[in-house]
Structures are given as structure tokens and as C-alpha cells.
């Protein structure tokens, strides 16, 4: 099992590599694009202060707290779309016909929708992203304890556990219908809407967020978890609810790719 994990790393991180080398060739490009990530996650802050000026909290949360939810949001997005970025490109495959030339590789079938295509500027904003993270949970002593430091971190892997999973069920559906980008863009908008501690939403709409597209397993219950507002119950749920949403993936991929239509057929 180790050498294998291993082995498909090693692909991962070639793969990785020509894609960096891709998009060094066009560096303004790059540069522009990684200027507009930044002045995005900067006008977001001054949009936090200017709605916490006056009230202070927001659904019983300090500024500080509320911040700290933001930041989380931006930690496991970006972390997803570094890890899952080929599904963008997934659909030119399925419609080009060059997936038939995966599927004859020796590697799983999932491998190259959800790892064929890596960009570097997410990497590059993650590095500090993350360093300005640890500072601002210890700077203003949201560490509680080294357990609720570990479960964070258990959380924030089974998170990446389900987004592997709903991203395999959309590449699936790419498979049976060729149609990918409008259900990935609804996923980028739900999960745009924990940004926020979801508490601030009614019932039904925390309702959606969990069992549709469970974006308060995947943001929220770990940014509790480290602030030590969790419950043993949410955290059992939320790992029976990724690994219910993975067994599902999983068996609908399989069951897509017994309809997939090669370009010879």
C-alpha cells in the first residue's frame, strides 16, 4: 500500500512540476492573476471590519472569531482547488477523446480528472496564507489544547476526504452528460457562503449546507473544532457523512464510467 501511495506522489508531483513549468512561461499572466487573489482577499477584510464596527460580534462571535472563520474558508479552499484544480479541464478531455488514453494507464481511473492539473500561484498563497493562520490562532489564543489542535487538523484532512468526493461525483456526471463547470460553480458559491460561522443562517438553510453540499462539514466543524466549540457528536457525524459521501462517488463513478463513450466508439 505505502509504495503505492508513494508512486502515484511521485506522479502527482512530475505532473505538478510541467504544469508549474506551463505557467512560468506565461508569468505576467500569472502574476496579474495572483495581484487580483490577494487585493480579493484584502477588500474582504475591510469589508469584515466595516460590518463588525459598530455591533462588534456577529450571531454571538467576536470580530476576532469572525475572522478567524474567514480565514479557515480561505485555508481549505484554496487547498481544495490546488489538490482538485483538473476537474476544470476534465470536460475538454471527455469531449477531445484523450481520456481514452488515460484510462489505458496504469493508474486509477479518478487520477487524472482530480490530479492532471496543478497551479502553482495556489501554492504560492498558501505558504503564507497559512503562516499568518498559526500566528493569528496563537496570537490571540484560540489554541486551546493540543487535542482540539489535533482534531483540527483530522477535520481539516476529512474535509479534503469530501471534497475529493463530491469533485469525483461531478467528474462522473461530466462523464454521462459532458457538463461540469456549472455544478462546480454552484459548489464555489455555496461554499463562498461559510465565509461566515454558518449559525448565522436559518435552520433550512443550515440544513442545505449540511446534507446537500455539506459545506458546513467541510469549513465549519473545523474551524469549531479548534476553537473548542464542538461536540463529540458533530465530529463523529461529520466523518460518517464524508465517508457516506465517498462510498457514493465512488460507485457512481463506476457507474459512469460503464456508459463513458470513447472517441472511436
Not at 502527482?12 to 487580483?36: C, D, K, N, P, Y
Amino acid at each position: 500500500m505505502a509504495p503505492t501511495v508513494a508512486r502515484f506522489i511521485k506522479i502527482w508531483l512530475m505532473m505538478a512540476s510541467r504544469a508549474a513549468q506551463s505557467q512560468l512561461l506565461t508569468s505576467w499572466a500569472g502574476v496579474l492573476f495572483l495581484i487580483g487573489k490577494i487585493v480579493r482577499f484584502l477588500l474582504f477584510f475591510v469589508f469584515l471590519f466595516a460590518v463588525l464596527s459598530s455591533s462588534k460580534t456577529l450571531a454571538g462571535y467576536s470580530r476576532e472569531q469572525v475572522i478567524f472563520f474567514f480565514l479557515v474558508f480561505n485555508l481549505v479552499d484554496i487547498m481544495i482547488q490546488f489538490f482538485f484544480r483538473g476537474v476544470y479541464q476534465f470536460r475538454s478531455l471527455v469531449i477531445s477523446g484523450n481520456y481514452d488514453l488515460d484510462l489505458l494507464k496504469p493508474l486509477p481511473s479518478f487520477f487524472r480528472p482530480l490530479f492532471g492539473w496543478t497551479d502553482i500561484l495556489d501554492f504560492i498563497t498558501l505558504v503564507p496564507l497559512w503562516v499568518y493562520f498559526l500566528w493569528f490562532v496563537f496570537a490571540h489564543q484560540f489554541f486551546i489544547t493540543p487535542l482540539a489542535l489535533i482534531l483540527f487538523f483530522l477535520l481539516l484532512v476529512n474535509s479534503l476526504i469530501l471534497a475529493f468526493a463530491f469533485h469525483l461525483f461531478v467528474c462522473g456526471i461530466c462523464v454521462l452528460t459532458t457538463e461540469i463547470d456549472h455544478l462546480v460553480w454552484i459548489y464555489r458559491d455555496l461554499t463562498n457562503m461559510a465565509r461566515f460561522p454558518t449559525d448565522i443562517y436559518q435552520r433550512g438553510i443550515q440544513a442545505v449546507l449540511t446534507f446537500t453540499i455539506p459545506v458546513v462539514i467541510l469549513i465549519t466543524i473545523p474551524a469549531k473544532a479548534l476553537l473548542g466549540l464542538l461536540s463529540w457528536q458533530w465530529v463523529i457525524f461529520s466523518f460518517v457523512i464524508s465517508e457516506v459521501f465517498l462510498w457514493v462517488s465512488l460507485r457512481f463513478w463506476k457507474y459512469a464510467l460503464t456508459h463513458y463513450s470513447s472517441a472511436s466508439s
